[in-house]
């Protein structure tokens, strides 16, 4: 499976386990290398997220893809720069990636260009602050200034 | 006047002795705590030899359960469910999110205190708690009702700019 | 005469608590064939004065509220057209093609009360009802029709004084007997075909938006139409009964064996319903009703 899929993409592929093949590609061949992986029988999207680098200032798209003939998945990484982060959208190729890219808006403030409903509210309905899973919101801050909890001493008898 | 209030006070004694065994539950399951509801209302622990069976509308219905943790879309859902239930009407709080916030104290979507948005009767504590908890639970609000005691949709009409001070704070309404 | 006028009044209170009676005789054998303990048997007692208690009222206009109130007078008007064993209470001026008329009004009103209230919940549920009302309607007036040829009579009292001392309907007219009892699973609004309150689908079809005083009375209305359905089964198949005690006993008897086949059956889709009303319980009806012009006469 190796093989086939270093002759379509451009790119570094490893294959850590016989199931497992990780695919490292930059940000403007992301869409083109989900296209071709589609061809090699990889039928399902199972997750698109990100992860947040805040050191190296980068954000990180990961998505997983699997194929149920041959039974092997496949990650897909690409890096994007931290500030005013864009990425095209999957939506022709997978459909269902609708949601998950809506939802990469909200969380992390990454907007996805071709999808009609990106940065638009979802979850958290009226959100003014920071998107709340990148590494520099402080959510027990935020949690103890806006929510009252309960001043009681609990006894144990 | 003295005869009037005397016979106004035993009906409503009468009432409530008679009307305690026929509590009808919302089925709404809030959040993950109602997977402990099955098991009560089923053959094992049987929750409807006390005449309390889960109806799907908020117009037939006494109780609302709010089951497990509350962030703010749902508590927005949930008010306008309690305002649809007709009075006299109990809420019992379902777990330890509703009492201080419970393993999602630190969360930024969780609200921590329920009595301060909704007039709460009983709460019953547990993560999650086993069916026996839930059917001490209901014992313990056909109790109240028994004394006369379970008054929250009495509290809710009097303190209602309270409430909704408090609401209007959090929800962004 | 002055006998006769207070057993009319005092008819629908009869009806009214031998409908609770079998009702809450219901709940408890389903409760003891899934092996718990059930509610009390004053069960439907307690609810019905749990909900005319309620404090405030949710009313959607004027068609709205006479929607209850057209169900229940409706039952009681149809009650008063049964006769009990020693009383012919209105039968001589209404038949049988009189009751089976009479029997559809409350549905009729319900649906334009529930109509009224905006639900799309409640709308769906009032063209199951009118629907199914199509299915189980064929086998029961064919099956009441076999009757009235084999008799040569429409008065409900004579059906019953016919049956006298064990020549009952039942056991010489197996095939209709057949064709009438699952036509009554039909009206009653029983498991197979409990599509039109399906809590699960339609949060209880035209029942959605009705709470507190208003949803007490339709269950009187309910409690009423129990004991009308059971009673006229009773009286065109069963042999009506020598005294009010023996009518209850057979009224019950049909409650058992209906319930021990509608806790095990699932649901019908509407389609399903109607089609398998015209199909198989009409054949047998129709057989039956040749069986009596060609062999009887």
Redesign the interface.
């Known amino acids: 499976m190796v093989e086939e899929i270093k002759r379509v993409v451009i790119g570094e592929v490893v294959e850590k386990r016989p199931q497992r093949v990780i695919v490292k590609v930059e940000k403007e061949n992301f869409a083109s290398t989900l296209n071709a992986l589609k061809a090699l029988s990889f039928n399902r999207l199972n997750l698109l997220t990100a992860i947040d680098f805040i050191k190296e200032n980068q954000f990180e798209i990961v998505a997983l893809v699997y194929s149920d003939e041959k039974k092997v998945m496949s990650i897909v990484k690409a890096r994007i720069p931290r500030d005013n982060p864009e990425i095209e959208t999957l939506i022709h190729i997978y459909p269902n990636a609708f949601k998950y890219e809506v939802e990469l808006g909200e969380m992390f403030g990454i907007r996805v260009i071709g999808n009609p409903d990106s940065m638009k509210p979802f979850v958290l309905e009226g959100w003014g602050d920071l998107p709340p899973l990148r590494k520099d919101f402080d959510s027990i801050k935020y949690a103890t200034e806006h929510y009252e909890s309960r001043n009681v001493e609990v006894k144990y008898d | 006047m003295e005869l009037q209030e005397t016979l106004e006070e035993g009906y409503v004694e009468i009432?409530d002795h008679?009307?305690k065994?026929?509590l009808w539950m919302l089925h709404y399951c809030t959040a993950c705590g109602a997977i402990e509801l099955p098991p009560t209302i089923?053959?094992?622990f049987?929750a409807?030899?006390?005449?309390i069976a889960p109806?799907?509308?908020s117009?037939?219905s006494?109780i609302l359960l709010v089951t497990g943790y509350i962030n703010i879309k749902t508590l927005r859902r949930l008010i306008t469910v309690y305002e649809q239930m007709?009075?006299?009407k109990y809420v019992i709080g379902f777990g330890s999110c509703t009492i201080n916030g419970g393993i999602y104290w630190d969360s930024y979507a969780i609200v921590k205190r329920l009595d301060l948005y909704l007039p709460v009767d009983v709460y019953i504590a547990g993560c999650m708690p086993t069916p026996m908890a839930v059917l001490e639970g209901f014992r313990t609000l056909m109790k109240l009702i028994d004394e006369g005691k379970a008054n929250g949709w009495k509290k809710y009409q009097e303190n209602y700019e309270y409430y909704k001070e408090n609401q209007r704070k959090v929800l962004k309404w | 005469m002055v006998k006769e006028i207070l057993t009319l009044i005092f008819t629908p209170i009869l009806a009214f608590f031998v409908g609770i009676f079998l009702l809450g005789f219901k709940r408890k054998m389903v409760?003891r064939i899934?092996?718990?303990?059930?509610?009390?048997l004053h069960?439907p007692l307690?609810?019905i004065?749990?909900l005319l208690?309620?404090?405030?009222?949710?009313s959607h206009g004027v068609m709205f509220d006479l929607g209850p109130v057209m169900y229940v007078g409706a039952a009681i008007l149809t009650v008063l057209f049964l006769p009990i064993p020693g009383f012919k209470q209105l039968t001589p001026f209404g038949d049988l093609i009189a009751f089976l008329y009479i029997m559809v009004i409350g549905s009729l009103g319900m649906a334009l009360g529930a109509g009224e209230s905006g639900n799309p919940n409640a709308s769906i549920g009032i063209a199951r009802a009118l629907t199914l009302m199509l299915g189980y309607e064929l086998p029961l007036i064919i099956a009441g029709n076999t009757l009235v040829i084999k008799y040569g009579t429409t008065d409900l009292y004579k059906f019953m004084t016919l049956q006298s001392g064990f020549h009952w309907n039942l056991f010489l007219l197996p095939l209709t007997a057949i064709a009438g009892f699952i036509a009554t699973y039909g009206a009653m609004g029983e498991h197979p075909f409990d599509v039109v309150v399906a809590?699960?689908e339609v949060?209880?079809g035209p029942?959605?938006?009705?709470?507190?005083k208003h949803?007490g009375l339709l269950m009187i209305g309910m409690a009423i139409s129990t004991y009308i359905e059971t009673g006229f089964f009773v009286i065109l198949f069963l042999g009506g009964g020598a005294n009010i005690l023996t009518f209850i006993l057979k009224q019950l008897g049909v409650i058992i064996v209906m319930t021990l086949f509608d806790t095990v059956f699932p649901r019908f889709r509407i389609e399903n319903a109607v089609r398998y009303f015209w199909r198989w319980p009409t054949l047998i009806a129709l057989v039956g009703l040749l069986i009596v012009y060609i062999g009887g006469k």
């Open positions: 009432l008679l009307r065994r026929s089923t053959s094992r049987d409807e030899r006390f005449g109806f799907v509308t117009r037939q006494d007709l009075p006299p | 409760a899934h092996r718990r303990y059930g509610p009390p069960q307690l609810d004065i749990k208690s309620k404090k405030e009222n949710i809590p699960q949060a209880t029942m959605v938006e009705y709470g507190g949803l």
